[in-house]
């Protein structure tokens, strides 16, 4: 068995204001939301009503733009049944953790957005504040050294 080394998804969550992330691309999801259709429930088996409100519930946020871009509504529709049922009282923890999982594929956590890369905005380049805005690129630390001036020196 391996051990060591990178793991998917090991350490903090990218940051878009961050010195290493400059050059990553970023995907921008609409802050209102998705605004196309709510797709039929995809399972087999025969939504409950919470299911259905959940589901509808679920293709507003703006991480459906990207679900309906690749087509994965059987994995939306997995996650609704599946978080609707750890939520109960006294759900397995196997449940909580499948949950979760699906959450981070899904990209509806914030950790999970920031993983693959999606970040919520609303659209107009004169409402981005300097907290969404990518840093100035930084020089190195050599280079920072160089301008410290040692007195005496």
């Known amino acids: 068995m391996a051990s060591g080394g ?4 090991s350490g903090p969550a ?3 204001n961050s010195y290493r992330s400059q050059n990553r691309e970023w995907v921008d999801l609409p802050a209102g939301g998705y605004s196309g259709p709510v797709p039929d429930w995809p399972l087999p088996v025969d ?11 679920l293709w ?3 991480q459906a733009v990207q679900w ?4 994965v509504e059987a994995q939306v529709a997995m996650y609704a ?3 609707l049922e750890a939520a109960r009282p006294g759900a397995s923890g196997n449940l909580k953790t499948s949950a979760r ?3 981070n594929e899904l990209g509806v956590s914030i950790g999970a957005m920031l993983a693959l890369g999606w970040r919520i905005t609303d659209g107009s380049a004169s409402s981005e504040s300097s907290e969404s805005k990518p840093a100035a690129r930084r020089t190195s630390s050599g280079d920072w050294l ?3 001036s040692v007195e005496g020196a």
Do not use: I, N, Y
């Open 68 to 71: 309906a871009a690749f087509g």
């Open 47 to 57: 939504a409950s009503d919470d299911e259905l409100a959940f589901w509808r519930e």
């Open 81 to 83: 049944r599946t978080f």
């Open 60 to 62: 507003r946020k703006p």
């Open 101 to 103: 999982q699906l959450d």
């Open 146 to 148: 160089k301008a410290v």
């Open 6 to 9: 990178a793991r998917a998804r």
């Open 14 to 16: 990218p940051d878009p």
